[in-house]
């Protein structure tokens, strides 16, 4: 069985985060323009748009994330200009992406460090139907940072709804124990940056 094969396998058996969250789909733009973008930027030996999204994310620093096979060095991502880190975040964190919690990680990372306008990402995430996602992923990261002023203004964009059916993710996935020591006890926790 070829690596395409196995990957479609895994795809049915994972399903969107979408059906995890219990939230419906719709026709994405964001969707359609990043078809066109990996036409134009092309991963070799992906089809996927989440493996496309994670070599663009890793192009930019965001690497808490890796793939077993590692970043491909090869691979020349669009410039911010053409595809924005607000709209990575946000197609990142889209409903119809494969339900792959440690993907979202990306998003936090690139969103903990400042490298969005935070303005411009609230207005993706309404147009693209992420709010929900995104507010969630704010109120874990204040767990951590409350101060943190990006997720602040996010989560108050994002006010809580009705409960998802399942957590989006957990604050420990958005974080980094700072250890007192050499002992097994975090002192603290921060944001991955």
């Known amino acids: ?33 990043i078809r066109k973008l990996m036409q134009l930027y092309s991963l070799e030996k992906t089809h996927r748009p989440e493996d496309w999204l994670m070599a663009v994310a890793h192009a930019r620093g965001a690497k808490v994330v890796m793939r077993p096979n590692g970043v491909n060095t090869a691979f020349v991502a669009p410039p911010p200009d053409i595809f924005p880190n607000e709209e990575l975040v946000v197609a990142i964190c889209a409903l119809h992406r494969m339900d792959e919690p440690q993907c979202l990680r990306l998003a936090a990372q690139l969103i903990s460090r400042g490298a969005v306008s935070v303005k411009r990402l609230i207005l993706v995430a309404r147009r693209e139907r992420t709010d929900r996602v995104l507010g969630e992923l704010a109120r874990q990261a204040i767990k951590v940072e ?12 994002f006010p809580q709804r009705n409960a998802l059916r399942s957590p989006v993710a957990h604050w420990q996935r958005l974080a980094w124990p700072v250890m007192a020591g050499r002992r097994a006890n975090a002192k603290r926790w921060v944001l991955v940056r």
């Open 146 to 157: 409350p101060a943190h002023q990006i997720w602040q203004q996010i989560a108050a964009a």
């Open 1 to 33: 069985m070829d690596q395409t094969t196995a990957d479609r396998g895994n795809e049915r058996r994972r399903g969107r985060l979408a059906d995890r969250l219990g939230l419906s789909l719709h026709q994405s733009v964001l969707e359609r323009r």
